[in-house]
């Protein structure tokens, strides 16, 4: 299997998580369900089948979560010399050629990806146009609604 790119910060905020899921929100599922069980019959106990769902939720996150840890290639793009190519982890500011509007985004992992934040994953249409593209380059993105290009304006790894 090969690994998974993830940045630093990507990286952190899945320690961050399970860090979370293991030292607060396991103890808390824990001693819910046993306040549950001590209000008697199992069976027709809302609370404790409650507790013992969200209990398999954690332990289901806290596998994905390890699981992706240990098959992540972590990449942190401030250690490399920027020359000027669009890579994992670059910040990209673009101009997009029909509407003359700027956009700037970070090519991230799958699991960081926040199109609301900016952060587009690896392995979205634009990131694969944007790939290995320079200043002054133009990308066309293929879209259901016909091809949109991009033209770099600045390459920043941040």
Same mark, same amino acid.
Do not use: C, M, W, Y
């Given at each position: 299997m090969n690994p998974t790119p993830m940045t630093v910060?990507?990286?952190e905020q899945l320690r961050k998580e399970l860090d979370y899921l293991k030292t607060e929100l396991r103890?808390?599922?824990i001693e819910a369900?046993?306040?549950?069980?001590?209000?008697?019959?199992l069976k027709e106990n809302a609370e404790y089948h409650a507790?013992?769902?969200?209990q398999g939720f954690c332990e289901g996150r806290i596998q994905e979560i390890?699981?992706?840890? /240990?098959n992540v290639q972590i990449i942190d793009v401030?250690? %490399?010399?920027?020359?000027?190519?669009?890579?994992?982890?670059?910040?990209?500011?673009?101009l997009k050629s029909e509407t003359e509007e700027e956009v700037t985004y970070r090519i991230v992992g799958d699991d960081e990806a926040d %199109?609301?934040?900016?952060?587009? /994953?690896?392995? /979205?249409?634009?990131?694969?146009?944007? %790939?290995?593209?320079?200043?002054?380059?133009?990308?066309?993105?293929?879209?259901?609604?016909?091809?949109v290009e991009y033209e770099v304006l600045s390459v920043d790894y941040l």
């Open positions: 910060r990507g990286a103890p808390q599922i369900i046993a306040d549950a069980r001590e209000h008697g019959d507790a013992r769902e969200q390890e699981a992706k840890l /240990s401030t250690k %490399i010399a920027n020359n000027g190519r669009v890579i994992f982890g670059a910040t990209v500011n673009l %199109i609301k934040k900016n952060l587009i /994953s690896v392995n /979205s249409p634009i990131a694969r146009a944007l %790939i290995g593209k320079e200043v002054d380059d133009v990308a066309i993105v293929k879209t259901p609604a016909g091809d």
